[in-house]
């Protein structure tokens, strides 16, 4: 067991799960929130999940879910929390004004050597951390939910991140078992949610245009780029369907090109709510809202069987 120490700041959905990777990975685990009754049910969540994981053989990292969950601690005192730890994980809410108070009550108690990244889906590092003394050694390391079974994490520095601080988290995402990319600098959406919304747009241009049923559009996905994007990326998948990428670009990049400036419209403005409302009328069938709760469930399951099948592969 590593006898270092790691502390999660909020202990929400996201806390929770960050504190269970850790736990996992031997880490002595330190959890905090402003509200001492979160924090307990925090504790009981993280126990009963990490043994219902261990029952499906879904578990990760080392020891028994007994063991795992024994290394995450809790705290009521931030400084607490904060002492000796080398790593501080933040996890409270997308807020900017809360990110900000949140950064500068950690800014005041850590040593020079502490790192401090955020989980931030949006909001960007130089936002909230640009007057702590400490900013250098601050970031955003996004994870994707359910982070358990989403390995991906987002690192994105602020201008003024030490990119020995960038290498350290990616060497430590790394060794806990999640999967980073580094971004160079900042930018609006990160990475995933920029392709994210790339796609977003033209289900929604498809389906407006009533070129396909909502179901169909989705099928396109989990039963066509779904199944392919597990494994290998755009980028690898010209290269693969081709005698490399620069011979697809020879051979198709034309007719890409082509179907994009004909047939493609611009970028929504919003997503329109009668469209949305048309969509979740066939959703009402399948999905309805009071079922949502078992979809995601069903989801989580799912993603977990698939992160177990890559793992063993
Ligand atoms: P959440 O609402 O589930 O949990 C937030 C926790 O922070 C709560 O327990 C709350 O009591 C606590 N908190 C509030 N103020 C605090 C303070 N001053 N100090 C300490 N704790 C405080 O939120 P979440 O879904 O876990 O999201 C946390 C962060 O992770 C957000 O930045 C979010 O954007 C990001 N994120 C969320 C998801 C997701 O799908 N939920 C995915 C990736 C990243």
Redesign the pocket.
């Known amino acids: 067991q590593n006898t270092k120490k790691i502390s999660i ?7 929770q799960n960050w504190s269970m990777i850790f736990a996992g990975a031997g880490y002595n685990v330190c959890l ?4 001492p009754a ?1 924090l307990e049910r925090a504790k009981s969540n993280i126990s009963s999940t990490l043994q219902r994981y261990e029952k499906d053989g879904l578990m990760r990292g080392t020891g028994t879910a007994v063991e795992q969950s024994t290394r995450v601690s809790t705290s009521t005192s931030l400084e607490e929390c904060l002492h000796s730890t080398f790593y501080v994980q933040e ?4 807020n900017l004004e ?1 990110k900000t ?2 950064f500068a009550q950690i800014d005041n108690v850590i040593g020079d050597d502490v790192i401090v990244a ?5 909001l960007v590092a130089s936002s909230f951390t640009e007057k702590c003394n400490h900013r250098d050694h601050m970031l955003v390391a ?4 359910p982070p358990y079974f989403i390995p991906l994490v987002e690192m994105v520095p602020a201008p003024w991140t030490k990119p020995e601080v960038m290498a350290t988290t990616r060497t430590l995402m790394e060794e806990i078992g999640q999967s980073p990319v580094s971004l160079k600098r900042e930018c609006p959406g990160f990475a995933l949610n920029r392709l994210q919304y790339a796609c977003i747009n033209e289900a929604w241009n498809m389906y407006q245009s009533g070129l396909l049923s909502a179901e169909d559009i989705d099928k396109v996905c989990y039963d066509g780029l779904g199944p392919r994007y597990a494994f290998i990326g755009p980028l690898e998948t010209m290269h693969l369907n081709a005698d490399g990428i620069v011979d697809y670009c020879k051979r198709y990049a034309e007719g890409a090109v082509d179907v994009q400036n004909k047939t493609f419209k611009p970028i929504p403005t919003l997503y329109d709510v009668p469209t949305a409302e048309k969509i979740q009328a066939e959703y009402n069938t399948t999905m309805p809202l009071d079922k949502i709760q078992n979809k995601r469930q069903w989801r989580d399951n799912r993603l977990a069987a698939l992160a177990k099948l890559k793992k063993e592969m």
């Open positions: 700041v909020g202990s929400g959905l996201i806390g905090f929130d402003v509200d979160q996890c409270v809410p997308e809360l108070k949140v955020s989980s931030s889906s949006c996004h994870p994707i939910n």
